[in-house]
């Protein structure tokens, strides 16, 4: 009895195997899966482009999918999973310029010098260390850094002197440099002629009059009489008014 109930289990089991049906399922579910292994293949490789900038790369990861056949190819992907790269080039990229707008905005915030906290941008002194960070313009009395040479606010030079109540509002060109002229030679003048001794004769010189006119007599000489005014014609002359000195005889003329 049971013979024949095996038997017919068996004719049952084989004749759907044989069947046309099957068949159908089974090519079709071996193209099913060969088509599994073939794009897991190609998903390998693009995503292998994606992670890496090589371009070797993409073609291993395909090819060890590849070569664990359409039975193990899963094995394939796990091992894949496992070893690829956790970022891809874009992720890759926006982390870094994550990090770098970060750093800049660090960067842009004012830091002490010395102890390099974070401070105010209109702290003068950092509480901290006790730092100068800036110094105040004196003329329009804003915040301005140590460094600078003048005020970017109002145009206050510090490296030049100014007149008291004046204030320059930008800072003046610097003249061109002039040819320096040289200074006229100076002569000197002669020396004065040394002064004659005491009781020495002193050389007359011409009176300025010319040679026609009177001479002035030397200094200590007796001074010369006045000459007479002629008298009438014929030769005689007319004594003076004033009486000759004592002593002196009356001149006679030619």
């Given amino acids: 009895m049971f013979e024949d109930l095996f038997g017919e289990v068996d004719a ?8 046309d049906a099957f068949q159908i399922g089974i090519r079709v579910l071996v193209a099913y899966i060969v ?21 070797f790369t993409p073609y291993l990861a395909a090819a060890a999918i590849i ?16 070893v690829r790269p956790k970022e891809t080039i874009a992720e890759v ?13 660090v960067a842009s915030h004012a830091h002490c010098a010395n102890c390099s906290r974070p401070v105010h941008e209109e ?4 509480p901290t260390c006790r730092n100068r960070l800036r110094r ?47 200074a006229p030679v100076r002569i000197p003048p002669p020396p004065p002629p040394p002064s004659p001794a005491r009781g020495a004769p002193v050389p007359s010189q011409p009176s300025p009059a010319g040679p026609s006119g009177p001479q002035a007599p030397p200094p200590g000489a007796a001074p010369a009489p006045a000459p007479r005014s002629s008298g009438a014609t014929g030769g005689s002359t007319a ?12 001149l006679t003329g030619i």
């Fill in 136 to 182: 105040v313009c004196p003329n329009c009395e804003r915040l301005i850094e140590l460094d600078w040479t003048l005020c970017a606010w109002c145009g206050k030079d510090f490296e030049r002197a100014e007149a008291p109540g004046l204030t320059a509002y930008m800072p003046a060109a610097r003249p061109a440099p002039r040819p320096q002229q040289q």
């Fill in 12 to 19: 049952t089991i084989s004749g759907f195997i044989e069947s």
């Fill in 239 to 250: 004594s003076s008014s004033n009486p000759p000195a004592a002593g002196t005889q009356p």
């Fill in 67 to 82: 070569i664990f056949t359409p039975i193990f190819f899963l094995f394939g992907l796990l091992i894949y999973r496992i």
């Fill in 123 to 126: 702290w003068i002194i950092c």
């Fill in 93 to 105: 990229n926006e982390r870094m310029l994550t990090e770098e707008a970060m750093l800049a905005e």
């Fill in 35 to 55: 088509l599994i292994w073939l794009a897991s293949a190609y998903w390998a490789y693009r995503d292998m482009r994606l992670r890496s900038a090589s371009a």
